[in-house]
C-alpha cells in the first residue's frame, strides 16, 4: 500500500490546475513586463527629449539647433521608437538670445520590446533649454 493515499475522483486535479493557473501566470508575467517597458521607454523618451533641447539650445543658428536636436535623438532612441522618433520645433523666430529651444517628441513603442509586436503605446515628451540671453554679445 502506498504511503500517500488519494480520494477517490481526485486523479488529474493536478493537472487541471495547472492547466488553468499557467495561462494566468503567463499573462500576469507578460503584463509586467509590458508596464516595465512602457516606464523604461517613457524615460528614455523623456531624457533625448531633454539632451536634443540641450543640444540645439548651444548652437548659433536655428537649422544648426534643428540639425543638432535631431543627431542627438536619432543617437539616444536608436531604434527605440517603431518608425522613428517624431520630432515638432520651435518656429525659427523663438529661436534668439534670451528665448527657450522647445523640442516635442512623439514615439510609438512596443510594449513588448519587439517591433511590430501589439501592442504599441503612442508616447509623448516635451524638452526645454533656454538660449544663453548674453550669446549675441560676443
Known amino acids: 500500500m502506498s504511503a500517500v493515499r488519494r480520494r477517490r ?14 495561462p494566468a501566470i503567463a499573462v500576469v508575467i507578460l503584463l509586467m513586463v509590458a508596464f516595465a517597458r512602457a516606464v523604461t521607454a517613457r524615460s528614455d523618451l523623456e531624457n533625448a527629449a531633454d539632451a536634443a533641447a540641450r543640444a540645439g539650445s548651444l548652437q548659433r543658428s536655428y537649422p544648426a539647433a534643428v540639425a543638432a536636436a535631431r543627431q542627438v535623438l536619432a543617437e539616444d532612441l536608436g531604434t527605440e521608437c517603431v518608425g522613428g522618433p517624431d520630432p515638432n520645433w520651435p518656429p ?20 513588448l520590446g519587439v517591433p511590430g509586436v501589439p501592442p504599441d503605446v503612442d508616447l509623448h515628451a516635451v524638452g526645454v533649454s533656454p538660449i544663453d540671453p548674453l550669446r549675441g554679445l560676443s
Open 92 to 111: 525659427a523666430a523663438s529661436f534668439a538670445p534670451g528665448g527657450d529651444f522647445v523640442v516635442h517628441v512623439s514615439c510609438a513603442v512596443g510594449l
Open 9 to 22: 475522483g481526485e486523479e488529474g486535479f493536478s493537472s487541471v490546475e495547472v492547466v488553468i493557473i499557467a
